[in-house]
């Protein structure tokens, strides 16, 4: 299983986990000094979540969670939401 957005493709990316010590100026101390700098991994939020495709077809996929914020997939619906009968709307108002 692979550890990218199978919508927009977002994969892990490289940086660098920064160490320091000391006290900032801005909170009385003389300054931070950087003791360290190491590799690390950034890794995209991925959830496992069920999709409606577009020719109507159920499927689980691997999505990062700005996709499905954003609405680039579709989430399949489990159970249709509660509706009122159609004449009780009028009552409801009133």
Not at 41 to 69: A, D, E, S, Y
Request: charge should be positive; include cysteine.
């Amino acid at each position: 299983m692979t550890q990218a957005c199978e919508v927009c493709g977002k994969a892990p990316a490289m940086g660098n986990s920064v160490t320091h010590r000391g006290k900032a100026k801005y909170l009385g101390g003389v300054g931070t000094k950087i003791t360290g700098i190491s590799r690390r991994q950034f890794r995209p939020n991925l959830q496992n979540v069920h999709v409606t495709t577009p020719n109507g077809t159920h499927k689980t996929i691997r999505v990062c969670t700005q996709c499905i914020r954003s609405g680039a997939v579709t989430k399949t619906v489990r159970r249709a939401p509660f509706r009122l009968p159609a004449g009780e709307t009028a009552k409801a108002k009133s």
